[in-house]
């Protein structure tokens, strides 16, 4: 059993920046992934990195502004999110997959934190 624990949301004006964190409890050797969801809308993905940091994937909506990273001796995952934008607003959640190979699919993460809180201002 995997338990995730995400902070570090918060309001912000756009173009500020953010990171998120989320803490890993059991298991840590999966894929770790952050989605988000806004109000009305599907969760969507956002950004996967493999257990040893050295693959990532990200959306096009937020390549070149977003940097998903880990640290495995602290069960830590991280999002650093740069140049917010107001369509950037939603609940962030980080989640483990047990696939071997990445996977942008919500349906195919088997554990999810409770999300946090981002909210960017115009």
């Known amino acids: 059993q995997v338990q995730l624990v995400e902070s570090g949301g918060g309001l912000v004006q756009a173009g500020d920046s953010l990171r998120l964190s989320c803490v890993a409890s059991?298991?840590?050797?999966?894929?770790m992934g952050w989605f988000r969801q806004a109000p009305g809308k599907d969760r969507e993905f956002v950004a996967v990195?493999?257990?040893?940091?050295?693959?990532?994937n990200y959306a096009d909506s937020v390549k070149g502004r977003f940097t998903i990273s880990r640290d495995n001796a602290k069960n830590k995952v991280y999002l650093q999110m740069n140049s917010l934008k107001p369509e950037d607003t939603a609940i962030y959640y980080c989640a483990a997959s047990k696939r071997v190979i990445y996977t942008r699919a919500p349906d195919e993460y088997d554990y999810w934190g409770q999300g946090t809180q981002v909210t960017v201002s115009s």
């Open positions: 059991g298991r840590t050797r999966y894929f």
């Open positions: 990195i493999s257990w040893s940091g050295d693959s990532t």
